[in-house]
């Protein structure tokens, strides 16, 4: 089971600063006004007023969607923000953690390849193999030439001729 954390974490390690500028930029551009939207029709008559909350954010989010956060701070709707932050945080977190569950390895050799030595851990090939010279059979695998016993090499592939 460690394997899928560690194969996932290597994976995605390059997306965590893609996932912080996403959520930034969303938090920025459209969370804001639609905490500043909410507000508004809140503060309305009679309750909730979509239409009022739908106007709002269509003119917020085409006129100024970066001065909505100073709308937020100067109307006093600093709750309703930091609520509406939270929630989309819950959200991006979710569906971040779904994508990572999507990139874990299937099964512990995965992305390994076939017939390379990183199946051996701290240089236990060598026992058998060389890391100097001899017959190539892998990077910095070699099959030595003076070992006891079978050296017999089958080359399985095919030679490509331009």
């Known amino acids: 089971m460690n394997y899928k954390i560690e194969g996932t974490l290597k994976k995605s390690r390059k997306y965590f600063i893609i996932f912080g500028i996403l959520w930034l930029v969303l938090a920025i551009v459209l969370v804001a006004?639609?905490?500043h939207s909410s507000f508004v029709a809140n503060n309305a008559e009679g309750g909730f007023n979509l239409s009022q909350f739908i106007?709002?954010?269509?003119?917020?989010?085409?006129t100024n969607p970066l001065g909505s956060i100073g709308t937020i701070f100067s109307e006093g709707a600093i709750g309703t923000y930091l609520s509406?932050?939270?929630w989309?945080?819950?959200?991006?977190?979710i569906l971040v953690i779904i994508g990572m569950i999507k990139m874990a390895p299937k099964t512990e050799y995965t992305d390994i390849e076939h017939g390379s030595s990183d199946w051996s851990?701290?240089?236990?090939q060598y026992r058998i193999l060389s890391n100097k010279k001899g017959i190539i059979l892998a990077e910095d695998n070699y099959l030595p030439l003076d070992?006891?016993?079978?050296?017999?090499?089958?080359?399985?592939g095919r030679i490509w001729i331009w």
Not at 121 to 124: A, D, F, L, V
Not at 147 to 156: E, T, Y
């Open 55 to 62: 106007d709002t954010l269509i003119n917020t989010i085409t």
């Open 147 to 156: 070992k006891r016993g079978n050296v017999n090499v089958l080359v399985v």
């Open 88 to 93: 989309y945080t819950v959200l991006f977190l």
């Open 121 to 124: 851990e701290h240089g236990e």
């Open 33 to 35: 006004p639609i905490a």
């Open 84 to 86: 509406c932050i939270f």
